[in-house]
């Protein structure tokens, strides 16, 4: 599964990434996957969630920052 990934940039946020929108390769939203309140040291971090959440393995899980 390939997810497009934007971060919010907010300055205040440092080196942490902080998930502002999340999409499939058709468009879907799947924002609603992710903490609002939760921010991510790496992107290896975010894969992890987002394949908890899908109950699939991390493997699956391929990311794009758009």
Do not use: C, W
Request: aromatic share 12%.
């Amino acid at each position: 599964m390939l997810f497009q990934i934007i971060f919010d940039d907010h300055p205040s946020f440092g080196n942490q990434l902080k998930v502002a929108q999340l999409f499939d390769e058709e468009g879907q939203d799947y924002t609603f996957l992710m903490d609002y309140d939760k921010a991510y040291l790496s992107l290896a971090d975010i894969r992890a969630d987002i394949a908890a959440q899908l109950k699939v393995d991390e493997a699956e899980v391929e990311l794009e920052v758009v």
